[in-house]
């Protein structure tokens, strides 16, 4: 409750005033001091949202929910209405625009990896079909698919004998996540799939690589994967984006089962939490940037 009053009492009446004394300390309005005292990347970025949505001014707070083709002109009314003079702040433009691009840019992402979640994988649609097999093709290249329903798909982790059950809770999320892994690092892919086969330490494969796209998803829901996106993406993130996260999070979540070496499978959702928790805390540092070390692409 405490916490609560003293964080209105702080938004409502104390920030307004170190605003304030600020503004008329330093000639510069809050927008313009966050732009000139941080360099790119997520502290700039994030601070410059708050800024925005704090603000009482419609002008600004439309700003973080710009099209990508209106976000020059929504930076242009900000300088208007904070009478801001580009010959006295020459780079406050770009930077203001740039740190909206990654704000305006993180809420289309997550409309794209909702759209694709949505998405219901259809047996009778070509794509999808063929994104399934190819999937087989570089996890199994010496192994040829009998048949498209086949106990064969537990080889790669799945739970029955038609994958297409298995991507009912991320559609064509999961689908997509475990392909892109696959083609963009099909060493890593394929090692840990050998891991995952294991007689002892092994684990489902796409299983895991399923629940990891929901946990990619979730992390992305709340908001917590902005400081990694700010940090690694100087503009607009695209799918792309999402989909080299998910890799970095399939390989460590391999390196990290295997470091563990759990007693069996039962125990794995002991483990995803633990997974789960590390990433979460790698998350709070406003430098992260969660990228495969091994990464070509």
Known sequence: MLGYIWQYFYTSFLRLCLKWILRHATGKCELQRICSSYKPGATR???????????????????VDAEEDGVEACVLQIMREKNIKAEKDPTFQMNLQACVLQITGHKSLFACVEERRKEVFDPNNNEHE??????????????RLEARVTKQWGDIGFQGDDPKTDFRGMGMLGLSNLLFFSQNYTEEARQALSHANHPRLGYSYAIVGINLTEMAYSLMRAGLLKPHFYNCVPGRPTLRHFHLLYCYLAYEFDRFWVQEQPESIMEFNHYREKFHDQVKQQLQDPSVFLVLLCSRT
Do not use: D, F, G, I
């Not at 994030?46 to 707070?61: A, C, D, F, I, M």
């Not at 063929?130 to 192994?143: A, R, V």
């Open 45 to 63: 970025t994030t601070k410059t949202e708050l800024s925005l949505n704090s603000s009482k001014s419609k002008v600004l707070r439309a700003c």
């Open 130 to 143: 063929n994104m399934l097999l190819k999937l087989w093709e570089l996890l199994m290249p010496t192994t």
